[in-house]
């Protein structure tokens, strides 16, 4: 117990090298296998585990712990096709106007278009809002990266939980704020789309980096 501020004691598990190694691997395996899916079944899923992976977003850290997230779980049917709709008029206007030729040309492997029927076919979508600002009065700090990290948490948790994702990040995304009734104090961060992919769903032939690629060390 510090004299400054409360404390508790570390929970902390400490393990055998071999035991690192192989949970180190084990995860990697796992994660690795998560791909971005833009075909989903229109299968319901337990919204419990659902839940149970907010919660695992949840235990993120934040800047100044202030948790400046808030998740938005969505199964309503007429939400989503009012989604869907806002987005695709968004995303159209991207494609078709807004985005650089250099911009479409690296996008073209991922074969994606302003058509989103996955916002009304993946049983659920979670938006997650961004708290720029306490709701009463005070600060929130690194609120992009605190989101960002929590967002991590979220997709590694629905994929070890047995659901697939999709990042989507429909731009501009304010509509999302006046859809779901949000304070103005959340701004829309990320849309993820959670559910089964449809059956025989492919996905982009794509490969990650390398670690040597990707690692530098000093
Ligand atoms: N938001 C658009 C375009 C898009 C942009 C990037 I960067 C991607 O990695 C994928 C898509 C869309 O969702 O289609």
Redesign the pocket.
């Known amino acids: 117990m510090s004299d400054d501020h409360p404390t508790v004691d570390l929970n902390f598990e400490r393990r055998s090298e071999s035991e690192m190694r192989r949970r180190a691997r084990a995860f990697y395996e796992e994660i690795s296998q998560r791909r971005s899916v833009r075909e989903f079944s229109e299968e319901p899923i337990p919204l419990d585990v659902v839940r149970d992976c907010i919660r695992t977003a949840g235990t993120a850290p934040s800047g100044a712990n202030k948790q400046p997230w808030t998740f938005v779980l969505i199964t309503d049917d007429a939400v989503k096709s009012e989604i869907r709709r806002a987005?695709e008029q968004k995303?159209r206007e991207?494609?078709e106007e807004r985005?650089t030729e250099q911009?479409l040309e690296?996008?073209a492997h991922?074969g994606?278009?302003?058509r989103?029927p996955y916002l009304e076919e993946a049983p659920a979508l979670i938006a997650v809002m961004a708290q720029t600002r306490p709701a009463d009065e005070g600060l929130h700090y690194y609120v992009k990266e605190s989101v960002g990290i929590a967002c991590g948490f979220l997709i590694a948790a629905l994929h070890r939980a047995g659901l697939a994702t999709l990042t989507?990040?429909?731009?501009p995304m304010g509509f999302l704020r006046d859809i779901l009734d949000r304070p103005e104090n959340e701004t829309p961060y990320l849309l993820l789309p959670v559910g089964y992919p449809a059956n025989g769903c492919e996905v982009p032939d794509i490969d990650k980096k390398a670690v040597n690629e990707i690692l530098v060390e000093v």
């Open positions: 987005a995303e991207f494609y985005a911009w690296d996008l991922l994606t278009d302003w989103k989507h990040t429909p731009s």
